[in-house]
């Protein structure tokens, strides 16, 4: 049995129900895509994934992973606020045991990434999630549809954040090129132009993006207690509210002795930007096991970034996608807000008439897409962060 959904430019392909149950075994027969670096891309079940997540993360997830009704599971599409979420969810989830305050708090020393591991990523890599306590806090990019039935029946709670897809697009092709380069592959090739027409098509890592968020927002309307749908633009205007939101959903909620001590706000301080980016650990460190600097994780987590470096026409052609794939049913950004701390302008792409582009790199070469590289990149690729 199969329903449709669609890709970016709206061609229908079929979705099965049921994940196929030997998917690492039709790997090689998928629908291939290599221009989007360093991965070789597969088309699954309506999304594009990378080879190497289909060839291990995902079935062994499929057939062995054991949730827990007490479980919460962080998900979004990749460059969406995936980090910021997991420093969030983190922080709340544990405050008991880790006092935001504390200096020997695990986000003072640690990446959100390896507080929060990836269900697809760690678990197929030899990762093991039976040790954990409960609560556990998970996260993956897997869409809705893909996700274990064991997971989506057992009770488990899923948090979903979305964002802008013209600011997903512009930190995805930001992070790709830094990725590429330190992971040694040429993508000088790969323009802000090139990402943009595959982004449009939905080819690139996990997309289509709409058809991601969508299925999540339906999901979220049809089960509230257990599907929580938030959105990055929004969270950057009050995040505290978001967080007591996220909170009471995950049921964790902050008593009102907590929001009186300040615990609230100090928790979304632990979590911001720029405390993140200050410490010791992201402005030198590197990822575990990878060897990728921390601070390829981390950018400017704005909203509107996009007016820098896409021209209004690509940015009209988007809006247009994104409003013929939703009819109005959910608005994924803000009208242009008042300029502040948490707040950035956010500007819509028909209110812009002239902007400089970002200088690009005109050389032309085509990057290698090898087995042994791909398994290095893996986990940087899943690690998203705005």
Known sequence: MASEHHTQEGVAVPVPTTPHADVAGIVPSLPLETRWPPFTLRQYAGFWMREVTLKAGFPAVLSTFKPRPTDVVLVSFPKSGTTWLKALAFAALKRSFHPPASGDHPLRHCSPHDCVRFLNIDFGTGEEFEALPSPRLLATHLPYHLLPESITSAGCRVVYICRDPKDTLVSFWLFTKKISQA???????????????????????????????????EESLKRPDRVLFLKYEEMLLDPESHLRKMAEFMG????????????????????????????EMNRNGSANRLGIKNETFLRKGVAGDWSNHMTPEMAERLDKIVEDALQGQLKLANEPSRAGLLAPNVLTSRAITSRAITSRASSTSSPTHEARRDETCLAIYSASMP
């Not at 802000?192 to 927002?217: D, N």
């Not at 964790?252 to 410490?279: D, H, P, Q, R």
């Open 183 to 217: 992971v040694g592959v040429d993508a000088s090739s790969f323009t802000i132009q090139v990402a943009f027409e595959l982004f449009c098509q939905g080819r690139c890592p996990g997309g289509p993006q709409l058809q991601h968020v969508l299925r999540y927002w």
């Open 252 to 279: 964790y909620g902050f008593s009102a002795e907590e929001g009186e001590s300040g615990m609230v706000s100090a928790i979304v301080e632990l979590c911001s930007l720029g405390k993140t980016k200050n410490m």
